[in-house]
């Protein structure tokens, strides 16, 4: 079994910033790819962004130039560094961790969520 636990959610003016963490512990022999989703209100459940192993990035178009992916392979987290937050980017923020156990099966795994709420 893995868990994975968010924190740093919270409420934040427009052009503020706030860092999200996440980490994972349980059955981990390592972990490939770790990144950060969204939901809004209605919405479909949508990709933040990307980070591998070697440290890699993918973000979406929206969050270009004002998040930063970053992780710590030796303690297993990964964190979201928002700024400029924009009202837009009010939505559950949810981890995900593709894991590779110590049997060697490969599964993805999900945080729990945090709320970001960006309102005045």
């Known amino acids: 079994q893995v868990q994975l636990v968010e924190s740093g959610g919270g409420l934040v003016q427009p052009g503020g910033s706030l860092r999200l963490s996440c980490a994972a512990s349980?059955?981990?022999?390592?972990?490939?790819?770790m990144g950060w989703y969204r939901q809004a209100p209605g919405e479909q459940r949508e990709l933040v962004a990307l980070i591998s192993d070697s440290g890699s990035t993918n973000y979406a178009d929206s969050v270009k130039g004002r998040f930063t992916i970053s992780r710590d392979n030796a303690k297993n987290t990964v964190s979201l560094q928002m700024n400029s937050l924009k009202p837009e980017d009010t939505a559950v923020y949810f981890c995900?961790?593709?894991?590779?156990?110590?049997?060697?099966?490969?599964?993805?795994?999900w945080g729990q969520g945090t709320q970001v709420t960006v309102s005045s």
């Open positions: 349980g059955n981990i022999f390592s972990i490939n790819v």
């Open positions: 995900k961790a593709n894991v590779l156990t110590r049997s060697r099966t490969l599964f993805a795994y």
